[in-house]
């Protein structure tokens, strides 16, 4: 529970005959992770992939196309018969290549049909064969109404379609006078537009057609989505599987007759491993073990309740083999903190419920985070019992503790509580150090700072509380070699972090803090509230709403400051006094499944 599962170093030799068998029953097995071989000068090299494997690949590049095209999710299921389904993919990625290269031909028809459309002279009727006149200029485009007020009197032909604000006009003038009418439709605004090759009648009546053929393919590449989107999942799927066990040999080594797969399994499993190693190959199979060392992969071993709280941890990261596992007391402290900062029996209720309600939005791999709030929830209506708070309102006539008058207390106990945390922390360091430096090098770098701290303690009651010079004496007295032992352990380092005392301590502080803003405003709130009331009529429904949105608000506030400052707590004031971590997660061969 408090370390992470125990494993062992297995190396697997055997001749290059039972290499197939060997690597369908570790994917079957799913217990080998796998540590890749490296190449070095020596007897073996890196191995080869199975023959299969290329065409293997080359169907999955088709399949991903189709599967990112049709944007398609689903829970997969192994595909069986590979021939026929080889066959399928061929046949589908011919008719959805056709269908789409359709789709994007009729798409780029329909933007230049309406192109055409919106194209201001299209509706102009005029006699095309004046375009070719060398005696005649052409002016095809939009113009100002003011400027028909200057063509009056003028004898050329002029072919016109009021607009809004404009006209569009198709004007024929002499090639002598060109110069001046093009001057004066400059002076009024003059925009050329080119000349379609279609009257607007039959642009409009090909943009149809090609609308009505384009909705008809897009219709058949949905249907082909759908009547096919399981069996695209359930080969992808199969497939991954079909290469990740063909490019197995590929994590090796190698010769030319014999291989070795050398890698990690858990201690309890090592039994059951050699049994179906050794059936499989009728003991044409040598394994051997060996300790499993601090590069071992990480499986964490923890009881139902606290497995959420391991999402938090990888989230930041494991922990190196035979470090102790923080997860188990995660579980503990990282409620405890929430609940003490939110504090109120109506928003933990309201939490509680909310999680439910939207969990279901969210994709399965947030299901953890979910787990950790409702506990954290829990946490909260228990502290709100304490706090006698619902909404803000007090319930309770005399609580345990009341966060708006017992400032003094509150500040003392969210002292303590980090206290108790930071030293849990240092006596988790002196564990570990002394499990992998041994008990001198455990006194002198985390033992060093409860003498620190023993003398700083001492120091502070002698001073302010008592006015014993003793205390003030013995106090001094364990600073100075307190502070050479931590210099001896942990170098200039630690005695540089001798502040880190005071500012985590006032880190927990924020406990009280975030914990007495949240209470202040939900007041507030209340008491702007009860005023509305108070006035009846239409300040009732203004109530309601203040009280709605207020607390809802102040709610999603005090939710993620608690969250963000119970997980910070861990991991930089907490963590840093015994956690190296950087262990890399157990992911034996087989277990990944990267569907979708």
């Known amino acids: 529970m408090f370390r992470p599962e125990e494993m062992t170093k297995v190396s697997l030799v055997s001749s290059k005959g039972m290499l197939r068998k060997v690597v369908e029953q570790l994917y079957d097995m799913k217990l080998l992770h796998i540590d890749e071989f490296k190449k070095a000068d020596g007897y073996f090299d890196l191995g080869r992939p199975f ?12 399949l991903r196309s189709m599967i990112s095209y049709f944007k398609i999710s689903s829970t997969p299921k192994e595909v069986k018969d590979l021939s026929d389904a080889k066959i399928k993919l061929n046949y589908l990625n011919k008719e959805t290549t056709e269908l789409i290269d359709k789709i994007n ?94 009257g607007y009648g039959k642009a409009s009546d090909v943009l149809k057609d090609v609308q009505k053929e384009l909705a008809d393919a897009t219709s058949e590449l949905e249907k082909t989505k759908k009547s096919n989107r399981q069996f695209l999942i359930d080969y992808e799927y199969t497939l991954q599987q079909l290469v ?23 201690a309890k499993k090592k039994a059951e491993f050699e049994s179906q ?39 930041f990261t494991l922990p190196r083999y035979g470090e102790i596992d923080p997860t188990f007391i995660f579980l503990i402290t990282f409620p405890l903190f929430f609940g003490f900062m939110l504090g109120d029996v109506g928003y ?34 228990a502290f709100g019992f304490v706090f006698g708070e619902f909404f803000g309102l007090e319930f309770i006539e005399h609580p345990l503790l009341n966060r708006m008058h017992d400032i003094n207390t509150m500040l003392l106990i ?18 570990n150090e002394a499990r992998m430096h041994g008990i001198k090098k455990a ?29 003030q004496i013995i106090g001094a007295a364990m600073l100075l070699p ?99 971590g950087g262990g890399n997660k157990y992911t034996p061969f087989g277990s990944v499944k990267k569907w979708r």
């Open 51 to 62: 023959a299969e494997v290329a065409g293997y690949s080359e169907q999955l590049i088709k």
């Open 105 to 198: 031909n009729l798409r780029s028809e329909d933007a230049r049909l309406n192109e055409v459309l919106s194209n201001p002279v299209i509706t102009l009727e005029f006699n095309k064969k004046h375009l070719n006149l060398r005696s005649i200029v052409p002016f095809v485009g939009t113009v100002k109404k003011k400027f028909l007020e200057q063509m009056e009197g003028k004898d050329y032909e002029i072919v016109k379609k009021e607009m809004n604000s404009t006209v569009a006009i198709a004007l024929f003038v002499p090639k002598k006078e060109a110069d001046e009418v093009r001057k004066l439709l400059d002076k009024y605004g003059f925009t050329q537009y080119p000349i379609p090759d279609m």
């Open 244 to 266: 990740e066990k063909d490019e197995a040999p590929l994590r090796f080594a190698a010769s030319s007759r014999a291989f070795v797969a050398t890698g990690w399994i858990p």
């Open 277 to 315: 190693i050794t059936k499989i190959t009728c003991n044409k199979v040598a394994l051997y073990y060996g300790e499993a060392g601090h590069d071992a992969p990480i499986a964490l071993e923890n009881p139902k309740p606290a497995k959420p709280f391991e999402f938090l941890l990888d989230l």
């Open 348 to 381: 933990g209720i309201a939490v509680l419920a909310l999680t439910f309600l939207v969990q279901k939005i969210f994709p399965p791999g947030m299901k953890p985070i979910f787990n950790i709030v409702r506990i954290a929830a829990v946490a909260t209506i």
């Open 414 to 431: 969210s002292a303590v509580m980090g206290a108790v945390h930071l030293n849990l922390g240092l006596a988790l360091g002196f564990i």
């Open 443 to 471: 006194i002198f770098a985390k033992g060093s700072w409860y003498v620190i701290e023993t003398g700083i303690v001492s120091l502070g009651l002698g001073a302010v509380m008592f006015n014993s010079l003793v205390l």
């Open 482 to 580: 307190g502070i050479i032992m931590l210099y001896k352990g942990e170098g200039i380092k630690g005695v540089v972090e001798l502040p880190t005392l005071l500012s985590n301590t006032l880190s927990y502080m924020r406990l009280f803090a975030i914990g007495l803003a949240s209470v202040a405003l939900a007041v507030v709130i209340n008491e702007s509230a009860i005023g509305l009331i108070q006035q009846g009529g239409m300040m009732v429904v203004l109530a309601v709403l203040i009280l709605v949105m207020g607390h809802f608000i102040n709610l999603l506030l005090g939710v993620m400051g608690a969250f963000l400052h119970a997980l910070r707590l861990h991991y930089v004031e907490f963590f840093t006094k015994f956690f190296e």
